[in-house]
Antibody, heavy 123, light 107 residues
Framework: EVQLVESGGGLVQPGGSLRLSCAASGFTFSSYWMSWVRQAPGKGLEWVANIKQDGSEKYYVDSVKGRFTISRDNAKNSLYLQMNSLRAEDTAVYYC????????????????WGQGTLVTVSS | AIRMTQSPSSFSASTGDRVTITCRASQGISSYLAWYQQKPGKAPKLLIYAASTLQSGVPSRFSGSGSGTDFTLTISCLQSEDFATYYCQQYYSYPRAFGQGTKVEIK
């Protein structure tokens, strides 16, 4: 069974840092692009970042560029999101998701998703 | 960036109803569109990709259509477990973008 389990969320002050982790199992992690998607309380979904199988390509939504860094460790079947200079508007549940990428578009959809980890940025 | 707009934002329906949700892209995205279902407190679940391809395990009462800028998600006979929020998502270009969601409530 494919499983994604996020951890590392919590309460952090504005300007602080947090590192999220996602442990993957049940599939060949090194064969897939991976993404982070977030959802602010009571709001819709927002894609945050994704990373290619070997880590050589990374994409970010403009609002986190220069503050967040996505990375992976294929030996540990793990995905990470380093979040620096956190703002109140970064408060959200952060989901880890496996990408299904269409080669022609180098882009794709999310399936499956983890259960999410809550990040709260507040003083 | 491509913007995705869903309509309606919410509506009420009864079990057994046929319901349709619309998603419009701000520019053409070919068939690079996915649909998700999300229930309260749960992660989203993929229903459809490539605008009309049903994900394995998803009931056949769900269907998707459209290409270019206009897309629809149809539930042919609404079941109690289908009351949820539905999102479309384009993957034609970065940044990937979701619609704002459509909440289907019980009448």
């Amino acid at each position: 069974e494919v499983q994604l389990v996020e951890s590392g969320g919590g309460l952090v002050q504005p300007g602080g840092s947090l590192r999220l982790s996602c442990a993957a199992s049940g599939f060949t992690f090194s064969s897939y692009w991976m993404s982070w998607v977030r959802q602010a309380p009571g709001k819709g979904l927002e894609w945050v970042a994704n990373i290619k199988q070997d880590g050589s390509e990374k994409y970010y939504v403009d609002s986190v560029k220069g503050r967040f860094t996505i990375s992976r460790d294929n030996a540990k079947n793990s995905l990470y999101l380093q979040m620096n200079s956190l703002r109140a508007e970064d408060t959200a549940v952060y989901y880890c998701a496996r990408d299904d990428v269409v080669p022609a578009a180098m882009n794709g959809w999310f399936d499956p998703w983890g259960q999410g980890t809550l990040v709260t940025v507040s003083s | 960036a491509i913007r995705m707009t869903q309509s309606p934002s919410s509506f009420s329906a009864s079990t057994g109803d046929r319901v349709t949700i619309t998603c419009r892209a701000s520019q053409g995205i070919s068939s690079y569109l996915a649909w998700y279902q999300q229930k309260p407190g749960k992660a989203p679940k993929l229903l459809i990709y490539a605008a009309s391809t049903l994900q394995s395990g998803v009931p056949s009462r769900f269907s998707g259509s459209g290409s270019g800028t206009d897309f629809t998600l149809t539930i042919s006979c609404l079941q109690s477990e289908d009351f949820a929020t539905y999102y479309c998502q384009q993957y034609y270009s970065y940044p990937r973008a979701f619609g704002q969601g459509t909440k289907v409530e019980i009448k």
